[in-house]
């Protein structure tokens, strides 16, 4: 067994075998190459359909949002700049106006009173506002 080859000879020199076998990783290799050369030109085909067409409009821009606060003592301020007396139904009708037309929000001190609430509320359908909602802040 001296001529072996497989490093284990019982001469005095014993060293181990410093070759890599390379022949597994061309094998490897081929096949691979083998199945990219046959899944390649499948990869180019494409299959014909008919895509849907469709058009979309743009979103229509936001609303510009309208802040109507009334305090306890039943003043009116339009986004926070008081209002005098008759001054806020001719706010209104100028919002109701404009195109997109705003969204009011009623922010109302829990000491109002209903009337001037119910006021507020009157002129802005009198004024053609179709979008109004309320402001209020949870409980703690």
Do not use: C
Not at 63 to 76: F, L, M, Q, T
């Amino acid at each position: 067994m001296i001529g072996s080859g497989n490093g284990f000879s019982s001469g005095s020199h014993s060293a181990p075998m410093a070759e890599i076998n390379t022949t597994p990783l061309v094998d490897v290799m081929l096949v691979l190459l083998v199945i990219f050369i046959i899944t390649a030109p499948l990869l180019t085909h494409a299959v014909k359909i008919d895509l849907p067409q469709a058009s979309s409009q743009p979103l229509p821009e936001k609303p510009e949002v309208v802040s109507v606060s009334i305090d306890g003592a039943g003043k009116v301020y339009w986004n926070d700049v008081a209002l005098v007396a008759d001054e806020l139904p001719f706010k209104l009708q100028q919002a109701a106006k404009t195109e997109p037309q705003p969204e009011i929000h009623i922010r109302a001190d829990k000491e109002t009173r209903y009337q001037v609430l119910a006021e507020v509320m009157a002129d802005a359908q009198n004024a053609g506002i179709k979008k109004m909602g309320f402001i209020s802040e949870p409980k703690p």
